[in-house]
């Protein structure tokens, strides 16, 4: 009788059962686990693209960082590179300034050399020509002293006539 | 600081002895009744009594304490009749035969003429619970769903968390792992059994109410969905597997093929009894021990009793939660292995 009793399923209750579980499943399919689902699929989905979103923007940080660090080398070796060429430059202006330099006071003493030499020679003619006249007015002088009186005269014509008869 | 610490476990305390009160006092009392005369016989029929389902639902003795509910017949000869189960009693509560017919022992509804034969649609005890319980899960359900239809991207709050940690466990450790990528089509009828399995072996516990999940009707039908569900999804890969095993010597198909073909009805059966078997027995076991009471009347057997009832009390809570669990996981697994790619034979 016990088995009997629990063992024997109730038509009307089978009937109930199947219809109260099917509107169950209709109502809270609808209006409770599609919208919690949804919510839950939505929610997850949504935390997970922030944590993506938050790894690839540490990881644009990252490369950005390391874009930053490679300029500022670049930098750095464009600096050195521009200061030692500053550096070469300045060096060669200096050594052409003091060729230049060299150059122009040489030439400026060949020049004073020349100038000297030509002042010189200018020097040495005019004291030539000043003593040929001085010496010319010293003979002058002297002649006219000498042949003052006739026998004088006669005395060096003479002596002319004397070297052309012997010759 | 320490005033206040301690108002909380009073509370808690009162609670429980509350809730104690509440188990074993309703049970005693209609214990009591049947442990007039010859007391083993008595304590049986007061067991079964509470374990099978019933035309009135009794609370408690006295006039008010029962509720009795309508009887709804359909015969062919008289169509549909719906009266009140009080009639099958009369005033010193003794059955009587009504309108042609007589409520049996065994509860069923029986005509008088031997010619006749109504079927019985009433509203049993275990309908009304049905009714309580979709209520309930409805009211629980669509309110944690308002909570994400107001705010679908906050932090659940109130029923809203309670229920999602259970929903993602359906989803994650129940349906996904067992049934794959077509998971998601099958997680409302997962969920709705779950929930309904659940709640139902829970109320079950309740002293005074009907022990639904435990009546042979209401898990057959869960195990015809279960059977249907897995049965319509069914790929060719299933049936080929059924009717066709693959790797299997043609003779041997001869053994197998059967074999298979019963499989396809022993699963769901097997949901059934499962389920039918664990409540039914839980619910046994405590009548029982408060049954010993009335057979021994004596204190100290009163006392172990109601410790053991608690005790009983306190697995029944997590059988009631391992059996919605294991006949949803079930379920998946049946409807997963039908869904299911083989890509491994």
Do not use: C
Not at chain 1, 94 to 105: D, G, L, Q, R, V
Not at chain 2, 157 to 182: M, Q
Request: aromatic fraction near 10%.
């Amino acid at each position: 009788m016990i088995a009997a009793d629990l063992l024997s399923p109730g038509l009307g209750l089978i009937v109930y059962q199947a219809i109260g579980f099917l509107v169950l499943l209709f109502i809270l399919g609808k209006f409770a686990w599609k919208p919690i689902l949804g919510a839950l699929k939505e929610r997850e989905d949504s935390i997970e693209s922030a944590l993506l979103s938050a790894e690839q923007a540490k990881n644009e940080m990252q490369a950005l960082q390391a874009d930053n660090e490679k300029l500022l080398a670049e930098a750095r070796v464009e600096r050195d590179s521009i200061l030692k060429e500053a550096i070469a430059t300045a060096t060669s202006i200096k050594e052409s300034a003091k060729e230049e330099t060299s150059k122009i006071t040489a030439r400026m003493i060949e020049d004073a050399k020349a100038a000297i030499e030509i002042e010189k020679k200018a020097a040495l003619t005019d004291v030539k020509n000043q003593v040929a006249v001085l010496s010319l007015e010293i003979t002058e002088k002297l002649l006219r002293k000498q042949l003052a009186d006739q026998k004088a005269q006669k005395e060096l014509i003479d002596g002319f006539v004397k070297d052309l008869n012997l010759n | 600081m320490f005033k206040k610490k301690s108002v909380v476990p009073n509370k808690a305390l009162f609670v429980s002895f509350l809730a104690l009160f509440l188990l074993v006092v309703p049970a005693l009392s209609s214990a009591k009744a049947y442990s007039g005369g010859g007391e083993e016989k008595g304590a049986t029929d007061f067991i079964l009594h509470h374990v099978v389902d019933d035309h009135v639902w009794h609370f408690f003795d006295g006039e008010y304490g029962t509720l009795y509910l309508p009887i709804i017949l359909y015969s062919e000869d008289r169509g549909v009749e719906v009266f009140s189960s009080h009639h099958f009693y009369d005033e010193h509560h003794e059955k009587v035969a009504y309108n042609g017919y007589e409520l049996g022992e065994d509860g069923h509804i029986a005509a008088l003429d031997a010619g006749r034969h109504a079927m019985d649609f009433s509203i049993t005890k275990n309908t009304a619970m049905l009714i309580l319980t979709m209520i309930v899960l409805s009211f629980i359900a669509l309110r944690a769903a308002s909570h994400y239809k107001k705010n679908p991207k906050s932090a659940p709050k109130g029923v809203a968390s309670f229920l999602e940690p259970i929903i993602i466990y359906v989803r994650d450790e129940i349906a996904k792992p067992n049934i794959g990528k077509k998971y998601e089509k099958f997680m409302p009828y997962l969920l709705t059994l779950f929930f309904f399995i659940w709640l139902g072996n829970l109320l079950g516990l309740i002293p005074g109410a009907s022990n639904l999940t435990g009546n042979i009707a209401v898990t057959f039908v869960l195990a015809v969905f279960t059977f249907i569900a897995t049965n319509v999804n069914g790929n060719k890969e299933y049936w080929k597997h059924v009717f066709a095993t693959p790797g299997v010597p043609k003779p041997l198909l001869l053994i197998m093929v059967p074999v298979e073909f019963i499989g396809l009805f022993t699963k769901p059966f097997s949901l059934m009894v499962r389920l039918f078997v664990a409540i039914t027995a839980g619910h046994i076991v405590i009548l029982s021990l408060i049954g010993l009471v009335f057979i021994f009347q004596s204190h100290a057997v009163g006392v172990a009793s109601t410790i053991m009832v608690i005790f009983i009390n306190m697995i029944e809570l997590l059988v009631a939660t391992i059996q919605a669990y294991v006949f949803t996981l079930f379920s998946a697994m049946y409807i997963g292995a039908a869904v299911a790619d083989h890509d491994h034979h």
